[in-house]
């Protein structure tokens, strides 16, 4: 009996011993994986500089280029998608969300085609900020009120 | 007195019995300054207009929601640790509070997000990650009502709840890898009168405390309700063995 | 250990033990993709990697309460507790048995079946890395939820229920893998994530399971 409690012992010492070992091994993994964080989303700099094929759908997020906002004829609209360095053209049938305006964040499902971005969903980032209308109308006044710069969703690869 | 003292059944039952009418009281004042004075005493926001109201419901559900889980972790782990059985049946009483609670945020998330996202869902990294939480209110809920044994169950789900958790913060994180997200960040932090301007935020925060009490109370009760449950069954059985 | 794992798997392959049968499901859902989103080969090779994901998913899920029920039903799970071989060796080896004729065969078949949904040529040695390394993720977990679950008398639907949320993390990174991998992306940061998810699953959750069949056992 003794033998087999002491077998018992060694077997529940290798279970633990196999079970650290897998155990750091995960830690090592996942510690990579963290280490080298992805993003989702492309910026229009990635997008100049490396052009995705035009069969690949991709998102591209940014904010929408002041003065850059066209409505065509219908629901049709072109505007600009920049992040401060590269600007890319985007054009999107349909209609858009009450937050989407210039200067605000925006994020764009579709096809880079031809040096235009074809949009087939748009959707608006918001901010976390909360004001009242009165207010910012106020700081507007006096040429105070500014976006924060963190709005545009955060370029791939920070 | 330590703490531990109210893992006693009988001293719990007394003490919550003055306190549950309290916390109830208190919570329903709170809702109703909260919700009444952000409905109709604040201004509109500068770009969302009078849909901002919503964030008095969506904030304080959303962090109720999460809330309620790490309540039943600590229950949970109590539960397996120190075998107090108020503590098992107060990670069973939390789990419907918590699920009502992610089903008011999300619910409440996809009528803000319709008109200002442009859409009433998106699988945005939280808007996900609650949805998953759901799942897991549900998985959790569905085990304790399937096994009849009231300490087997409280122990199976102990385990579940914390394999669960474990796995609650993987999901956070590879829901993130999966999808960037177009949800704000947190409304709230420490330093959050930066970002949420005061008249929004006091009324925010009137109604938070509401629904933590709200929940405190709702939890109380129902714990009070599994014990008197438990009593009863105690009792059944004593009968049928005379 | 050896041992049990070799009865496990005799036991699984032998008339009745469900060998097949999750392998014909697999095959039929792929099959069924097509008539439910439209022959179209561009839209079936985007979202293949996803698919084959999902049905070797559905199809691991069959056999999962078929780890510990038959055991439990004739006392020899209470034999197991008793031997010298701790209960978390036992969830091991029953795990690595799941695994050996569910998740292996899903994994090899996977490749056959991607030929069904256009899935492109560089896509299959990656599908085949990312199912290796994220089915055992899959049995593993499916055990733990068998040992909670296997007291219950149908406990195979809420095993379902319990496991699938379970899956999200292995899910998303293992057909990212195969979806970057298909599209001939950088796929490192996902494949790390997997094979550390896979084995940080293998380190901890046996003790987990084993907590909860000593708890059933009582």
Request: charged letters at 15%.
């Amino acid at each position: 009996m003794a033998g087999m409690k002491s077998l018992k012992k060694k077997r529940r010492i290798q279970v633990i011993a196999v079970a650290a070992v897998a155990l750091a091994l995960s830690t090592a993994m996942i510690g990579y994986a963290m280490r080298d964080g992805i993003n989702y989303f492309r910026a229009p700099t990635q997008v100049m500089d490396e052009p995705p094929a035009p069969s690949e759908t991709f998102r591209i997020g940014g904010l929408v280029e002041e003065g850059t906002l066209i409505r065509g004829e219908g629901t049709t609209v072109r505007f600009s998608v920049t992040d401060g360095g590269a600007s890319v053209p985007v054009t999107y049938t349909g209609v858009l969300p009450d937050l989407f305006e210039e200067g605000q964040g925006m994020v764009g499902t579709g096809r880079y085609v031809n040096g235009t971005f074809e949009a087939s969903e748009i959707l608006a980032k918001h901010d976390e900020t909360y004001m009242p209308k009165e207010v910012v109308d106020a700081l507007k006044e006096q040429g105070v009120f500014q976006h924060a710069p963190g709005e545009a969703p955060a370029a791939p690869n920070g | 007195m330590s703490l531990w003292e109210y893992a006693n059944p009988a001293r719990f039952m007394a003490t919550t019995a003055r306190a549950v009418p309290v916390l109830g009281g208190a919570a329903a004042l709170c809702l109703l300054v909260g919700l009444v004075w952000g409905f109709f005493f604040t201004p509109e926001d500068y770009r969302q207009g009078s849909t901002v109201k919503i964030i008095y419901l969506h904030v304080p559900a959303a962090l109720m929601a999460i809330n309620a889980w790490l309540m039943m972790l600590v229950a949970s782990l109590v539960w397996l640790i120190r075998r107090h059985h108020v503590s098992a049946l107060a990670a069973k009483a939390a789990a419907p509070v918590g699920v009502t609670m992610t089903l008011i945020a999300l619910f409440t998330g996809a009528v803000w997000g319709q008109p200002m996202w442009g859409t009433w869902w998106a699988w945005d990294p939280r808007l996900t990650s609650f949805l998953i939480l759901f799942l897991f209110y549900l998985g959790y809920m569905a085990l304790w009502a399937a096994i009849d044994d009231p300490d087997t169950a409280a122990d199976l789900t102990g385990v579940l709840c914390l394999v669960g958790s474990v796995f609650a913060v993987l999901s956070r994180y590879a829901v993130n890898f999966w999808n960037q997200g177009l949800h704000q960040g947190a409304s709230l932090s420490l330093d959050a009168e930066e970002n949420v301007a005061d008249v929004f935020y006091y009324p925010l925060l009137v109604a938070i405390a509401g629904f933590v009490l709200l929940f405190v109370a709702l939890v109380l009760l129902r714990t009070r309700t599994e014990i008197r449950l438990r009593r009863l069954h105690a009792l059944r059985l004593r009968e049928r063995a005379a | 250990m050896i041992r049990l794992l070799l009865r496990d798997m005799a036991l699984a392959v032998r008339a009745g033990g469900g060998f097949g049968l999750g392998l014909a499901f697999f095959l039929i859902v792929v099959v069924l993709v097509p008539f439910a989103v439209g022959p179209e080969t561009a839209v079936l090779a985007r979202i293949a990697p996803g698919v084959l994901w999902l049905g070797a998913l559905l199809a691991c899920l069959l056999s999962l309460d078929r780890i510990f029920a038959l055991d439990w039903e004739d006392g020899s799970l209470d034999l197991l507790a008793t031997a010298p071989l701790p209960l978390e060796g036992v969830v091991a080896a029953k795990a690595a048995a799941h695994w050996l004729t569910t998740g292996l065969p899903l994994t090899l078949a996977a490749p056959v079946l991607g030929v069904f949904l256009n899935l492109p040529a560089e896509g299959y040695g990656w599908l085949l890395l990312a199912l290796a390394a994220g089915t055992p993720a899959l049995s593993m977990i499916g055990a733990f939820g068998a040992a909670l679950t296997v007291g219950l008398r149908r406990g195979g639907l809420l095993l379902s229920l319990l496991v699938l949320p379970l899956y999200v993390p292995t899910l998303i990174f293992g057909a990212e893998v195969s979806r970057r991998g298909a599209e001939g992306l950088a796929l490192a940061t996902p494949l790390a994530m997997l094979g550390g998810i896979t084995a940080g699953t293998l380190a901890l959750l046996p003790f987990a399971a084993a907590a909860a069949l000593r708890v059933n056992l009582r």
